[in-house]
Nanobody
Framework: QVQLVESGGGLVQAGGSLRLSCAASGRTFSSYAMGWFRQAPGKEREFVAAIRWSGGSTYYADSVKGRFTISRSNTKNTVYLQMNSLKPEDAAVYYC????????????????WGQGTQVTVSS
């Protein structure tokens, strides 16, 4: 099992940047695929990005491609989401997720979830 703690959310103006971090407990972090989802008020939770165990493959929602970058440090047990050119529609609670199975696209269904961090984008 793995426990996840997100940080880095906050308020940013449209066009700005934020970097989210997710620290994972456990000694087998490198055996977990990691990712990010988000949920805006009144909407369902949606896939944002995911990265495989080794970090060799990444996947993104079409809405964030070219603006967001997911990365991981297996030595720091941390996954990151660099968010650039933020738009008001990016505002949501962002959740870190983990699963021992690698993702093959946006249909990934992770087992483990963090508590979420709020991202607010002002126009």
């Amino acid at each position: 099992q793995v426990q996840l703690v997100e940080s880095g959310g906050g308020l940013v103006q449209a066009g700005g940047s934020l970097r989210l971090s997710c620290a994972a407990s456990g000694r087998t972090f490198s055996s977990y695929a990691m990712g990010w989802f988000r949920q805006a008020p009144g909407k369902e939770r949606e896939f944002v990005a995911a990265i495989r165990w080794s970090g060799g493959s990444t996947y993104y929602a079409d809405s964030v491609k070219g603006r967001f970058t997911i990365s991981r440090s297996n030595t720091k047990n941390t996954v990151y989401l660099q968010m650039n050119s933020l738009k008001p529609e990016d505002a949501a609670v962002y959740y870190c997720a983990a699963d021992p199975r690698n993702p093959y696209g946006s249909s990934w269904s992770p087992l483990y979830w963090g508590q979420g961090t709020q991202v607010t984008v002002s126009s």
